[in-house]
Structures are given as structure tokens and as C-alpha cells.
């Protein structure tokens, strides 16, 4: 199994903003699907794991383990 650079609950930076304008989502669920929640007006959404890893920019936080 490949290396995961981000973990459940981590606050990750996505390469496009949400139109609410905020662009921190934390990742609320992980399997073949990951959930990510908007940090800025707490909308969710559900994203195929290889298409999360090519949106995805960063980590910001990582989770206390």
C-alpha cells in the first residue's frame, strides 16, 4: 500500500476554493470514498479516493494521533 500523506480528520487545502470563498475542508471519512466538510459553512462532500488525491494541494493540520 502506497504511503497516505493525509489521514482521517486532517485539515487539507484543496487546489479549488469552495464558492463560499473558504478553502480548509477536513477529511471526515475515509474508505474507497472520501468525505471532506467545508471549514467555512460545514457542507460536505463525498469524492472517488483518486480524484481527492489530484484536488488535493496540501495538509495544513494533521490529526492528534
Given amino acids: 500500500m502506497v504511503d497516505m500523506p493525509f489521514a482521517l ?3 487539507v487545502e484543496m487546489k479549488k476554493s469552495h464558492p463560499c470563498g ?3 475542508w477536513k477529511i471526515i ?3 474507497a470514498d472520501i ?3 467545508c471549514q ?3 457542507h460536505s462532500v463525498m469524492l ?3 480524484e481527492f ?3 488535493m494541494k496540501r495538509v495544513i493540520e ?3 494521533q
Fill in 9 to 11: 480528520h486532517d485539515v
Fill in 22 to 24: 473558504e478553502n480548509k
Fill in 29 to 31: 471519512r475515509m474508505g
Fill in 35 to 37: 468525505r471532506i466538510k
Fill in 40 to 42: 467555512g459553512c460545514g
Fill in 48 to 50: 472517488p479516493r483518486r
Fill in 53 to 55: 488525491r489530484k484536488k
Fill in 62 to 64: 494533521h490529526a492528534e
